[in-house]
């Protein structure tokens, strides 16, 4: 069963386009129902999911500093959960997606995505500032974020599906030099990525 047995973090990459796309898909559908328009969870969201997916993997960014990444939430061999981290040109790191399979958010998983995260930031790109995105309407994520000891920053709106503007807040963790150093599997690649609109929601 999925549930059962450790969480392993690992470097995603393009073999995971499918597994995380389909994660995706089924945590939009899940967490956003009620704060979204229909239309935009709609029998197209699956097929758009797979074709971001398959192009954020596939792209080459150059340079390893510009180069975004994929971190897979593994238990008993399957995905149960990614975060994806984009550099920003003012030096920053946007946590552009956290996701944890419905059904098991409150076990720990994003925590410990997010814990990674923070250490990854902090090996590759020291003293950046890590922030998300987060819908306004999404608080079980907003109180999972303050937990972890993000900082609301601003607010704003977001861009979702069908071009619909929701209002949405941005959190950040200041700087990530002392973040606690979490292991993470060295199987998988480093993944390429266009940059994505705001979606850094998730659920814990």
């Known amino acids: 069963m999925t549930g059962i047995g450790r969480t392993i973090i690992r470097h995603g990459g393009a073999q995971d386009a499918v597994p995380v796309a389909d994660l995706h898909t089924d945590s939009w559908s899940t967490s956003y129902r009620g704060m979204v328009p229909d239309e935009a ?55 552009d997606n956290l996701h944890v399979r419905p059904g098991l958010t409150g076990g720990g998983i994003g925590r410990e995505l997010l814990a990674a995260a923070r250490a990854e930031v902090a090996e590759r790109h020291p003293g950046a500032e890590l922030r998300l995105e987060v819908l306004r309407a999404n608080t079980r994520a907003i109180d999972f974020y303050e937990r972890e000891g993000g900082v609301r920053i601003r607010a704003q709106e977001g861009v979702f599906p069908g071009g619909h503007l929701l209002p949405e807040y941005v959190y950040a963790w200041p700087s990530q030099s002392g973040s606690k150093s979490v292991s993470v599997s060295k199987s998988g690649t480093r993944s390429g990525s266009e940059s994505g609109h705001a979606a850094g929601q998730s659920t814990s």
């Open 41 to 95: 969870l709609g029998d197209g969201l699956a097929a758009q999911r797979r074709e971001l997916w398959e192009l954020r993997l596939t792209v080459d960014y150059g340079t390893p500093e510009n180069t975004p990444v994929l971190l897979i939430a593994e238990r008993s061999g399957e995905t149960v959960g990614f975060v994806y981290l984009v550099p920003q040109p003012d030096g920053g790191v946007l946590v």
